[in-house]
């Protein structure tokens, strides 16, 4: 069974996931224990910043997706949501630390809010 989340931990890790896709407007919605999200831009921002191992695999099999559209609507899962804080956190030890105001940081706020009002269902609208 999967570790349950505060809304303000889920929703921090949904922000920096839709951050790494470059998702800037979005609609978020909580159903059941699930969130989906509708992404308003179905573009992904090239990233500015391309890991070695990522260069090197788009030569061999000469594919860049950097301008892969992103799905019509993103589901993220407890377990899943879960797994990625765990794989951010691993990362994060060998990292320097962030002061960063993102939208994993807005999300958190709107999150630790729907905790003590103990929100059942929710949208949140970010264009």
């Avoid at 931990?9 to 949904?14: A, F």
């Avoid at 990522?54 to 879960?82: C, G, M, W």
Wanted: aromatic share 10%; net charge negative.
């Amino acid at each position: 069974m999967a570790e349950s989340l505060s809304y303000a931990q889920s929703l921090r890790v949904v922000g920096q996931d839709l951050d790494a896709l470059g998702v800037d407007s979005f609609e978020l919605a909580k159903c059941g224990d699930d969130y989906i999200v509708w992404p308003a831009e179905f573009t992904r921002k090239p990233s500015a910043k391309k890991g070695f191992l990522s260069k090197i695999t788009q030569k061999i099999v000469e594919h860049d997706d950097s301008n892969e559209e992103i799905p019509d609507r993103l589901y993220f899962a407890p377990a899943q949501i879960v797994w990625s804080d765990i794989q951010r956190r691993l990362k994060r030890q060998s990292d320097s630390p962030s002061d960063r105001r993102d939208r994993s940081f807005l999300l958190r706020v709107l999150g630790d809010y729907l905790d003590r009002k103990n929100a059942d269902q929710f949208t949140i609208s970010c264009f």
